[in-house]
């Protein structure tokens, strides 16, 4: 069985099916009533770097070293001028793929690490057609040169350069480069009667955002809900692929996302999380809980609804079940297999962590969360306008300065309360 | 064509099809697939009383007299020490409807009025099983008696004494009366081959909430999530008895909702207004958007989304052209005829007003939507912890003094910012 995976940047409540007022993903509803739809699903960090990490080891950020020590629960990521990255000694899901002789590609950003070592395709990924870092820019490309794009181990253009993007119309056709490049390897994997494993990692809802011209001014969000719209129609489009060559029944598909909507871009550039509080940075539920849906077409029975405490870590262990393949036995693993849940309607008990850097911030325990410590963001920062929660003040909750909780932990009952508006 | 409405008392966020994320209202979700949903749709108030006037008339309160000059800005209601109600110079819906020789049936809360004058059968209703107000109480019932309960012309008994709620664990089996007493009169109607209008208008969900004992405890939300699971489970009763009896397509469903979830009784006792600003009592999205659901099997096609600009008042002119009338011609009527939008998919070009008591707080237009006054409530109340947003503070929009925006109104585009939060 092949697998899919779509890991997107949207919040909660970016999707219809998750209640957005607009309505305006036909396609990915389509995949939530066809499949099963998670409504209690977790990244594994409020940031993109160490969640996709996490996603690919199946293991917390704290374990596969994409945490910092730099400052007191401060999230790491891989930006252009810093040398880091993956671990050698880290396990990732495409390698251990191929021992069950699976073709495994990344379309999309990377992230993990942009120096030669820590190329996907000394990682597990036989292709790659997309960028190690987010789209920002444009820089000066001498002092400091523009985000490149790769094809395999081929540099083949930098963004704003050879990858256009305009900033001031939000005009872009990467998403229709990527959304190419997955139906022609779909297509070429169904010739070869080879498993593959797609990592499809498209970042058109990251700011600075972009769309294709037939999509820009659509939406009735403006131009995030434009990329948004583009994206739901990229995804309807690969889901038909899979159908029209036959294989849907043999192809596992899922669909999350790697952080809240980052609520400091909103309304322009940043998206929705639903009845949620804050956003992206935050381990409040607005930066972790995750639109999140299976399909599975003759496996997954339409229209399930799981409240299975998931993560996006299950698609490490999720995967390599489907592939036959245990995890490896040397290491934790934080993932769980999600095939139980999806094809059996099991429940397993399971807390989800939030972390922030290293730093335990919060636990959930069933429809119960306690946090250890509360924090939206710094003073220094707010008094700049930067600001993870706008319009979501909630007294001694989102704090602007970090608050300790460990002897008391602030409870709150999600089933009651879901915005975290009310500590019991 | 008999018309039925389902009245409620719930948050646009209350519905699992509008994204609540507990997703516990199956039935009134599957009312959505198989009719029509509308993702913009108002009440013509934001309280309970002058809403429900609205509905009934066509027409806004301040044409029906539901507005109070006491205080500006102050929304006017009928408890059981107000003497006021409905004026006889008002036409409502049902006394419209006799003309075309439909039976009509209140259930439930009418508000209107509790003296003789007002009694909903002086004015087009021809049976009545419920109660003039709220089931606000215990009241000591010397000085201050209970809210009767009316079969008809005859007071049948009163809250608390005779039609028990238990206020400490919340149980209270009206709403299985209620229920039944719907299912009985359609079956009476079938049998009778008359067309009827029912408007179920029940209060299960209005603080202090209750459900039946076989639904206490059910809810991950709690006492008002187990509420609303009963009232889902009536609704998903009622469609299948007119199913049953095979009417389901001469019978036209509509369900809404009065105002928007009382935050102030949030966490137990409130729903939830999923990404709107603020709840019951202001102008803001929280407070008049409603959950809405049009259903009429081989009429709707199925699983159809409208982002018409609708309001309560529309039910008034849809009912009358269901039943081959026109609206009265001596008057000013607010609502429209939404039977175009519904059958044919038209959109019309409609604005919303939205008032407070006598003053026009707000209108929306497309997806504009500008205030000329703001407010949430008085720091008075404030000070008392009376907060119609918690956890919501929105620096000069959730403003705790009446602030005066009619020079420059305060303006938000609903599409990029639902939540209102970024003014333009």
């Not at 444009?138 to 050879?162: A, H, S, T």
């Amino acid at each position: 069985t092949s697998s899919g995976v779509f890991l997107l940047q949207m919040g909660w409540g970016d999707l219809g099916v998750f209640g957005e007022p607009s309505k305006e993903t036909p396609h990915l509803d389509q995949m939530a009533a066809e499949g099963m739809l998670f409504l209690d699903f977790y990244t594994a960090n409020p940031l993109c770097s160490p969640s996709r990490a996490a996603l690919l080891t199946g293991r917390l950020p704290v374990r596969n070293g994409f945490y910092t020590t730099n400052g007191h629960a401060r999230n790491a990521y891989t930006p252009q001028d810093i040398v880091g990255g993956i671990p050698d000694s880290e396990l990732l899901l495409p390698e251990l793929l191929k021992k069950a002789g699976y073709t495994n590609k990344i379309i999309g950003k990377w992230h993990l690490g942009h120096r030669p070592q820590f190329h996907p395709l000394k990682h597990g990924f036989d292709e790659w057609f997309g960028s190690p870092n987010c789209h920002f820019g444009p820089y000066d490309n001498r002092e400091r040169p523009n985000i490149p794009v790769y094809r395999d181990w081929e540099m083949v253009g930098r963004y704003y350069e050879d990858f256009k993007i305009d900033l001031k119309t939000g005009e872009a056709n990467l998403t229709q480069l990527y959304l190419q490049e997955a139906l022609d390897f779909i297509s070429k994997q169904q010739a070869s009667q080879q498993p593959f494993f797609l990592y499809w990692a498209i970042d058109a809802t990251h700011a600075p955002v972009y769309a294709s011209k037939q999509f820009l001014g659509t939406s009735q969000r403006g131009l995030y809900g434009d990329a948004v719209r583009e994206i739901d129609d990229s995804v309807g489009k690969i889901l038909h692929r899979l159908q029209q060559l036959g294989i849907s029944e043999n192809t596992f598909v899922f669909f999350t996302s790697d952080n809240g909507a980052a609520l400091i871009s909103a309304p322009r550039q940043g998206g929705s999380n639903g009845p949620f509080l804050c956003g992206k940075q935050t381990t409040f539920e607005g930066g972790m809980r995750e639109p999140a849906i299976a399909w599975w077409p003759g496996h997954i029975p339409a229209g399930g609804v799981s409240h299975q405490l998931g993560s996006v870590m299950d698609l490490f262990s999720t995967s390599l079940s489907l592939a036959g393949l245990q995890p490896p036995s040397d290491r934790q693993i934080d993932g769980i297999d999600l095939l139980p849940v999806i094809l059996q309607g099991q429940l397993v008990d399971r807390p989800i962590f939030y972390y922030r850097g290293n730093e335990l911030m919060a636990v959930r325990a069933g429809l119960y969360k306690a946090h250890f410590w509360t924090w939206s963001n710094s003073w220094e920062e707010r008094s700049k306008g930067i600001d993870f929660c706008p319009g979501q003040n909630v007294s001694g909750v989102t704090t602007h300065t970090q608050e300790e909780h460990t002897r008391l932990p602030l409870l709150f009952h999600l089933g009651r309360d879901p915005g975290e508006k009310y500590p019991l």
